[in-house]
């Protein structure tokens, strides 16, 4: 089965509709929606990054994914921009409580859950025109991924930005592009119809 692929469109919808929300939780959302979109990461990695994440070079960012191997992901220029927003706004909200989560939350886990960006990305789809049966935090990973095969990136280096350690797994996208074009000559192919399966 296919992974569900949002249009460049819909995703500047929803970056959109982050940006128009009301802060502190407009900053906040903008920074990890711009982060996840910026770099395909997993939404365990993104809820659970550590603020020593961004202390190495503010141009990339450290991601500890499976099996604890970490990965250095390139940040855009949008990503930074909304980080480097987001910073004063957590210091504010912490004052003198100290936390090493970029995403503070008075949780358990001390940081943010993934069920809660969850629901605050529902949200944001909703105001963006997005059905949220098409809607989940995974979404934005397979958006990464798909986006960048489409404009011409390699797949080996795709690989290596979302973690994946079979090349087979990052492949699939290729298929989610290939999928439109297969449909397409299906439904206008004159000898489509006509087409049988040879025995």
Do not use: C
């Not at 929300?21 to 903008?30: N, S």
């Not at 990339?60 to 949008?78: A, C, I, Y």
């Not at 990464?144 to 390699?154: I, K, P, R, S």
């Not at 439109?180 to 000559?185: A, D, H, M, Q």
């Amino acid at each position: 089965m296919l992974p569900k692929v949002l249009s460049e469109q819909e995703v500047d919808g929803l970056l959109s509709a982050a940006r128009g929300l009301a802060p502190p939780a407009g900053v906040m959302m903008t920074a990890l929606m711009e982060l996840l979109y910026a770099t395909g990461m997993r939404v365990s990695e993104l809820v659970g990054l550590p603020f020593s994440a961004l202390a190495r070079n503010p141009e990339m960012l450290v991601v500890r994914g499976k099996g604890d191997k970490e990965r250095m992901v390139p940040l855009s220029q949008p990503a930074r921009q909304a980080v480097a927003a987001w910073l004063p706004v957590r210091a504010e909200l912490l004052g003198k409580t100290p936390s090493k989560w970029l995403f503070p939350a008075h949780g358990k886990a001390g940081h943010l859950t993934r069920s809660a960006f969850a629901k605050h990305l529902l949200k944001l789809g909703m105001a963006a025109g997005i059905d949220p049966r098409r809607l989940s935090p995974h979404v934005l990973r397979h958006a990464f991924a798909t986006h960048l095969l489409a404009h011409g990136a390699d797949l080996r280096v795709v690989q290596e930005l979302l973690g994946h350690a079979d090349i087979a797994t990052t492949e699939i996208y290729t298929h989610v592009l290939d999928e439109p074009k297969t449909r397409l000559v299906q439904q206008h192919h004159p000898l489509a119809g006509l087409m049988k399966p040879r025995h």
